[in-house]
């Protein structure tokens, strides 16, 4: 699978872009603040209907606009190209596989598996375990129509159990039937979290000896509520706190995944070209199993790959990358000279793209 062809227009700071992708290495450069993380926002937003960065779609309106749209041209593994598009504003969100309109956006995740290496990534090391539970469910809802529906239904009645905690005083009997209910769904989303953990491991090893050179042991472990008991035997020993608190203290919602270093939390002994190495490695564990399950290969965003990585790692970084296991990639790097100097030493199938302003100019 990889993008032929990008029609943007509206979307954050571009205003109307047309571009053509070749199926190996896009190049994007550009200074800071021109376009490129918005171009890669536009390719994620594609595949998963929704911004990579930002909660809510209105800030992704060209300033003085009251919408946007998206459009793309993708070669299929197997059929004829398909074309997916995208059109937000006032009255909602428009998305369309061949002009015919999706009857929920959930049903179009896992069409076009994508994985993102961004800056934006160290959010993971440094901040709570909700960034690290937004990786886990952008991961399994690609691979999991099932884990995708147990997630979203999971959410929806926990914002009802919280809003009854809230208003109080709860009324028990209806509380027992929604706990019921989130323990259905709660069951497939610990399973899948703890496998997703553990096929993770030793593929983020795998890929940090290579980038590093083996001088770290790196490694992923899960921890869950759920692994002290079911859902409802956790909410009937906590209801009292619940309510007192009011809001619901046990689920699934506090998950989280421990990254670690030498059998340490990485965030407090790895330096910043560590963290950061670590966080590669996971993005492209992510990709083997998507790869994996998908049976082609996603496409892989790396924006601004080289910050605080040096050039040793870059290196051993791109000869990966270069490997025949990666499908379509779209690089971006401030340094033109820097970029082109690199991916021109890998393959001749490339394309440079130069951001200014929102617009973008092909280079040859």
């Known amino acids: 699978m990889d993008l032929k062809k990008i029609v943007v227009q509206d979307f954050r700071n571009i205003e109307l872009q047309e571009l053509e992708f070749c199926p190996n290495i896009n190049c994007i450069s550009g200074n800071n603040g021109e376009g490129?993380?918005?171009?890669?926002?536009?390719?994620?937003?594609?595949?998963?209907?929704?911004?990579?960065?930002?909660?809510?779609?209105?800030?992704?309106?060209?300033?003085?606009?009251?919408?946007?749209?998206?459009?793309?041209?993708?070669?299929?593994?197997?059929?004829?190209?398909?074309?997916?598009?995208?059109?937000?504003?006032?009255?909602?969100?428009?998305?369309?596989?061949?002009?015919?309109?999706?009857?929920?956006?959930?049903?179009?995740?896992?069409?076009?598996?994508?994985?993102?290496?961004?800056?934006?990534?160290?959010?993971?090391?440094?901040?709570?375990g909700e960034e690290r539970r937004k990786f886990s469910n952008a991961v399994l809802s690609q691979m999991s129509a099932e884990y995708l529906n147990a997630v979203q239904n999971y959410t929806r009645l926990l914002t009802q159990r919280n809003a009854m905690l809230k208003n109080g005083p709860a009324d028990f009997q209806l509380m027992d039937v929604i706990d019921s209910q989130m323990e259905a769904f709660a069951a497939p989303v610990f399973e899948m979290r703890r496998r997703l953990a553990a096929d993770l491991s030793p593929l983020v090893q795998e890929y940090y000896a290579g980038i590093s050179g083996g001088r770290e042991t790196v490694g992923i472990s899960y921890r869950s509520d759920l692994e002290r008991g079911s859902l409802t035997e956790l909410f009937a020993s906590r209801r009292e706190k619940d309510s007192i608190l009011k809001f619901t203290t046990a689920g699934v919602q506090r998950d989280d995944?421990?990254?670690?270093?030498?059998?340490?939390?990485?965030?407090?002994?790895?330096?910043?070209?560590?963290?950061?190495?670590?966080?590669?490695?996971?993005?492209?564990?992510?990709?083997?199993?998507?790869?994996?399950?998908?049976?082609?290969?996603?496409?892989?965003?790396?924006?601004d790959l080289f910050d605080k990585l040096d050039m040793g790692r870059v290196q051993n970084l791109l000869r990966m990358v270069a490997g025949n296991d990666f499908g379509q990639i779209f690089l971006t790097d401030s340094n033109k000279v820097r970029l082109s100097g690199i991916v021109d030493g890998i393959t001749s199938e490339r394309t440079y793209y130069e951001a200014k302003g929102g617009a973008f100019t092909r280079n040859e």
């Open 36 to 128: 490129k993380t918005n171009l890669m926002d536009a390719i994620w937003y594609l595949s998963m209907a929704k911004s990579a960065f930002s909660a809510s779609d209105r800030y992704n309106f060209r300033h003085g606009c009251s919408g946007f749209a998206l459009s793309g041209l993708y070669s299929m593994p197997s059929g004829p190209d398909t074309r997916i598009s995208v059109q937000v504003d006032g009255s909602g969100k428009k998305l369309r596989r061949d002009d015919k309109p999706y009857q929920r956006l959930s049903d179009h995740i896992g069409l076009l598996p994508v994985v993102m290496v961004s800056p934006t990534d160290a959010a993971m090391v440094s901040e709570t």
């Open 257 to 303: 995944f421990i990254f670690e270093m030498d059998g340490r939390p990485i965030r407090r002994c790895g330096s910043q070209g560590q963290q950061k190495s670590f966080l590669v490695s996971l993005k492209f564990a992510q990709y083997s199993l998507m790869k994996e399950r998908a049976g082609y290969a996603p496409i892989l965003l790396l924006d």
